[in-house]
């Protein structure tokens, strides 16, 4: 199957698993496309992708180079370290990753320098895995009010990666958590204008969907199996 195909199928199984949940807004396409190169990054880009997102701001900037994004928006969806934040700010429409208050005064900072807005997602761990970052549930309503008296941030929504599922649908409880967590902060303190909610991969976008999830962020069924050196 070729990337154009492969994203063709996904779209079919992301607009079952939205009118299954009753759903017609609209759910973004980000195509997660580290270890794979600029010349497949062009071609889920012809082939209509919505986004593509980075993990690594080195792997970013050398496909960046190449022009491996032109055409669609680039978003970065890793673990980003404080000291990286100058490289991507600028080049990236939307952080979905802002796991620390740190990191956000950060982007603030560098936005600032830049004289532009720098949309941003705030990172969610609901699993609490020691292993993965991300604001605890508890942590995300503070840091969200921070977010907004950022004058160089737009705090635009909420992302999450779940524990690795071991059985089908386990992630599902996870991702409802997360859906009302979006939908109460966006009350509390965007009087509801949060607009994306990220959550879903490969294995489990349809079970986001069915939570509520309106961006998913799938890379091997779209680019195929990682092949990690
Ligand atoms: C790699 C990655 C994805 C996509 O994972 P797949 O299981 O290959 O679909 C989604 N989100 C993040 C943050 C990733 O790093």
Redesign the pocket.
Known sequence: MSIAENIQSIRQRMAAAAQAAGREDPILL?G?S?MNDAAACREAVAAGIDAL?E?RVQELLGKYAEGAYEGAPLHF??HLQRNKVRQIVGKVSLI??VSSLELLEEIQRQAEKQGLTQAVLLEVNIGGEESKSGFAPEEVEAAARRAAQLPNISMEGL?T?PPIQTVPHENLPYFRDVYRLYIDIGEKVFHNKLKYLSMG???D?EDAIAAGANMV???????GA?HYI
């Open positions: 980000v997660a580290k997102g993990n969806i890793g979905h990753s992302m990666i991969m490969s294995d976008f962020r799938v890379g091997s069924a779209i680019f990682r």
